[in-house]
């Protein structure tokens, strides 16, 4: 299990801890994200596509390959999700495709998001678990592994990864 910290910029008001469990089994990744704390969660929707997902409570992913190129994955607890690759650093955007199934369990003041992940891990030798967290009044807070200086930005190597390696199954 990683505990992921809050941006300095961005302290959460409610939320008061994000941690994220990762396993791997073949191409399948198994995640498990805890929220804790008094937050805003999307109303569920049909499981599907969608974008802009991370103007309120969102799971992400950030997957980056040795060449430069990596991809961005959204799940939110509405059940919506979304898929991206890029290049390079925010250049070349466009939709990827991945089998995504998702997960919520919701008690007082807990969010678990569990996502199934099938996909190409070729490519991947680094992962960046990531999330951002809605309270009330529209206050967001940015949770990471660590974030590198500046504005929240988990589109940047610098925040901390995990080796795909280091992975293990179930």
Excluded at 32 to 39: A, H, K, L, V
Excluded at 81 to 102: L, N, P, S
Excluded at 156 to 167: E, F, N, Q, V
């Amino acid at each position: 299990m990683f505990a992921l910290v809050p941006h300095s910029a961005h302290p959460p008001v409610t939320a008061r801890g994000v941690t994220v469990g990762i396993e791997r089994v073949e191409d399948i990744l198994l995640l498990t994200y805890r929220i804790e704390g008094e937050i805003v969660v999307p109303s569920a929707v049909q499981p599907s596509r969608a974008d802009n997902l991370w103007r309120t409570t969102c799971c992400e992913l950030f997957l980056f390959g040795p060449a430069g190129s990596y991809r961005e994955l959204n799940f939110s607890p509405s059940g919506a999700w979304a898929a991206y690759a890029f290049d390079h650093y925010r250049e070349g955007m466009r939709e990827t495709q991945v089998g995504v199934g998702i997960d919520v369990e919701q008690a007082r003041d807990v969010l678990i998001l569990r996502v199934r992940l099938a996909l190409d891990l070729a490519e991947t030798d680094r992962l960046v678990p990531a999330a951002v967290v809605e309270e009330a009044g529209g206050h967001i807070s940015y949770w990471a592994l660590v974030h590198p200086c500046g504005a929240p930005d988990f589109h940047d190597r610098g925040c901390a990864s995990i080796a795909l390696a280091d992975i293990a199954a179930p």
